[in-house]
């Protein structure tokens, strides 16, 4: 069980990471051709793994359909607003915004799923908002380390995240997860073409050993080690606890942004993390049976 938690952990440290990463990434290459070539290094990865994994790839059009679905609110919405909004704001609060999601998945079960939501449910959409709501405001009235703007770029990303999340449940168990996130790539990619083209010049800031390396690291990690590690985890740790893990998310997107990018961690910050987190447990601490 300890091998279960530990790749659970790993998975969710990993996303929080990659928040950094994108952010210097972001700095160095246009965000359009960031996500091309991310996608296009997640196909050619993901392809023998699934064929390994679970053979034939093929899959019906209403669950293509709803893969291109996903993949345009959980690639492009998601990935071009939080690329975006890292150019306003700091990797330390794109990070806690992110812990927004389980709250957002909520309420959007509860509008367009028509799902009951239990009083817990609630008390983590209030602590979400409140969080956000510190954040957003304490931008307003900053000195320049990140920006209300951005952050709120990053939320958008969050809901597009969460619109992912929810069409995720509607073909639960119709796909193998491995395929669905290799035909999400494909789709991603096909969609990102005409974007990438405009800006394909900007490959030349590849030339650099370290964006190469960043590049290849975030591509990796993001669309092929965290998914692998995160249901190698779940098949073997206690259902409903998996979630909980994902606590590491903004506690590591944290510890980069202060540790590696030296960016400032305040007050408002603190109360953020504390408001943030705790509304991400209330909403995936598994309930008393």
Not at 223 to 241: Q, T
Request: proline share 4%; net charge positive.
């Amino acid at each position: 069980m300890a091998l279960a938690y530990f790749q659970l952990a790993l998975s969710m440290a990993l996303v929080g990471a990659n928040v950094a990463v994108a952010k210097l990434l972001a700095e160095s290459l246009p965000v359009a051709l960031i996500l091309g070539l991310r996608c296009l290094l997640a196909v050619i990865v993901l392809w023998p793994i699934a064929r390994a994994m679970e053979g034939r790839l093929g899959i019906g059009r209403v669950v293509g359909w709803n893969l291109a679905l996903q993949a345009l609110f959980g690639t492009l919405l998601y990935n071009l607003a939080l690329l975006a909004g890292l150019r306003l704001t700091t990797a330390l609060e794109a990070g806690l915004i992110l812990a927004t999601l389980p709250a957002v998945v909520a309420v959007g079960g509860a509008l367009w799923l028509r799902e009951k939501l239990p009083a817990r449910q609630w008390a983590a959409v209030a602590l979400a908002a409140f969080g956000m709501a510190a954040l957003v405001l304490a931008r307003v009235a900053a000195d320049g380390h990140g920006s209300a703007l951005g952050n709120l770029l990053v939320f958008l990303g969050v809901c597009g995240e969460a619109m992912y999340v929810l069409l995720a449940r509607r073909i639960a168990g119709q796909v193998p997860v491995v395929t669905a996130t290799f035909w999400m790539q494909v789709f991603s990619f096909l969609m990102l073409v005409p974007l990438c083209l405009p800006v394909l010049g900007g490959i030349a800031a590849l030339a650099a050993p370290e964006v190469s390396a960043l590049l290849v690291f975030h591509s990796l990690t993001s669309s092929v080690i965290c998914l692998l590690l995160w249901y190698a985890g779940m098949k073997r740790a206690p259902a409903g606890i998996a979630g909980v893990f994902t606590a590491f998310l903004p506690a590591t997107a944290a510890a980069v942004a202060v540790g590696l990018l030296g960016e400032p961690f305040t007050a408002v910050h603190a109360a953020g993390f504390v408001l943030l987190t705790g509304s991400l447990l209330l909403a995936t601490w598994p309930a008393r049976r």
